[in-house]
């Protein structure tokens, strides 16, 4: 492991280097991958170079690497954003980039890491997080960690032409603790 941060069962967690810039943009420049995010604009090292070092000056984000601990390999990223400290609230965004490594578990277990240091470390009461309504498989995820369904957004997401509905999901301190 490579500086682990947060370590789980089989996946372990660590600040973002610079040398993963290659990487993120293999996968935020893949059509399959980019569909279920909010980018919509081709990325390049500047903008993601920019982005990153945003992320880290600014005391309301957590940004983070999945790995693999059994092959060292880097499989996504994940943050908590945007974080209120009067209110005590955030919210969750999460990406598996490398496509061979969906549906085997990774996302719920990388998701109750986070959940565990945003409750049990950074003292915040609730989580939230934007998902496209035809995300069915990152809706599952986030039930299996705790999150519920809290509104539906109508026609939020304009895409293909088309608008689409956007759920709201929260997970609350009490929840989590159950």
């Not at 973002?16 to 569909?35: A, G, H, P, Q, Y």
């Amino acid at each position: 492991m490579q500086n682990p941060f947060i370590i789980g069962g089989r996946i372990y967690l660590r600040a973002i280097e610079m040398k993963d810039l290659e990487t993120f943009l293999c996968w935020f420049n893949d059509s399959e991958v980019r569909e279920f995010l909010a980018t919509i604009y081709p990325l390049n090292e500047i903008r993601e170079r920019e982005f990153i070092e945003k992320c880290y000056q600014d005391k309301s984000w957590v940004i983070l690497n999945i790995l693999l601990k059994e092959k060292n390999l880097l499989i996504g990223n994940m943050s908590l954003m945007r974080i209120d400290w009067v209110h005590r609230q955030a919210e969750f965004g999460i990406c598996i980039g490398e496509k061979g490594y969906w549906n085997k578990g990774y996302g719920t277990e990388a998701t109750k890491l986070l959940l565990k240091y945003g409750f049990d470390t950074l003292n915040l009461h609730r989580i939230y997080l934007f998902v496209y309504e035809w995300n069915q498989r990152g809706i599952k995820c986030y039930e299996k960690a705790g999150f519920k369904i809290e509104a539906i957004l109508r026609g939020a997401k304009f895409k293909d032409g088309r608008y689409f509905n956007v759920v709201l999901m929260s997970i609350l301190r009490d929840e989590w603790t159950k």
